[in-house]
């Protein structure tokens, strides 16, 4: 099973900064099969990116993805007020799915 | 726009079996695979497994022995079960539909194991 860990665990940034998160896979998986979500209080997951650096339908261009391997980001260029939340890595090129325990970005 | 629903009962006793039905409005449930993700109060994502539209299912090796996911199509719906729930099962209980990462999910459901 591959292990996907997160840091920061917290980022406490302001509306306007820059965020940068990480996700270190515990081996290499495939890019193609590398998404990024968003969840806010009481909401389903939202698919921001996808393999690993495209945009899913109606994502802003403020959020990017990239990265190979082992080691993907997910940066938020201009933080906006509705970008609080937590986010979740996972893979999903081989059985298990695993997700990545959470960033929770933070004012 | 394609909409997915999860339904079920929201308590299961302890030892009996969990069932939800996950009902796909505004698309086909052909030619994708269906999965089921759990969320622990408080936690992180666990995902649970997927099932594509002609059957096939992978379960997470953590839950393969109590686990079943199914679909039928004439319904549009799929659905899971999991067997001799503990407390530790109680979470909100996510569809979702697999394609380039998982574009489309339900609202969530949750269960709370408890006598």
């Known amino acids: 099973e591959i292990v996907l860990t997160q840091s920061p665990g917290t980022l406490s940034l302001s509306p306007g900064e820059r965020a940068t998160l990480s996700c270190r896979a515990s081996?290499?998986?495939?890019?193609?099969?590398f998404a990024w979500y968003q969840q806010k209080p009481g909401q389903a997951p939202r698919l921001l990116i996808y393999?690993?650096?495209r945009r899913a339908t109606g994502i802003p261009d403020r959020f990017s993805g990239s990265g190979s391997g082992t080691d993907f980001t997910l940066t938020i260029s201009r933080l906006e007020p509705e970008d609080f939340a937590v986010y979740y890595c996972?893979?999903?090129?081989?059985?298990?799915?695993?997700f990545g325990q959470g960033t929770k970005l933070e004012i | 726009q394609v909409q997915l629903q999860e339904s079920g009962p929201g308590l299961v006793k302890p030892s009996e079996t969990l069932s939800l039905t996950c009902t796909v409005s505004?698309?086909?449930?052909?030619?994708?695979?269906w999965s089921w993700i759990r969320q622990p109060p408080g936690k992180g994502l666990e995902w649970i497994g997927y099932?594509?539209?002609?059957?096939?299912?992978n379960y997470s090796p953590s839950l393969k022995t109590r686990v079943t996911m199914s679909v039928d199509t004439s319904k549009n719906q799929f659905s899971l079960k999991l067997t001799s729930v503990t407390a530790a099962d109680t979470a909100v209980y996510y569809c979702?539909?697999?394609?380039?990462?998982?574009?489309?999910w339900g609202q969530g459901t949750l269960v709370t194991v408890s006598s």
């Open positions: 979702a539909r697999g394609g380039h990462g998982y574009d489309y």
């Open positions: 505004g698309g086909s449930i052909s030619n994708y695979y």
């Open positions: 099932v594509y539209y002609r059957g096939n299912p």
């Open positions: 081996q290499s998986v495939s890019s193609e099969y």
């Open positions: 393999g690993p650096s």
């Open positions: 996972q893979h999903y090129g081989s059985s298990p799915y695993t």
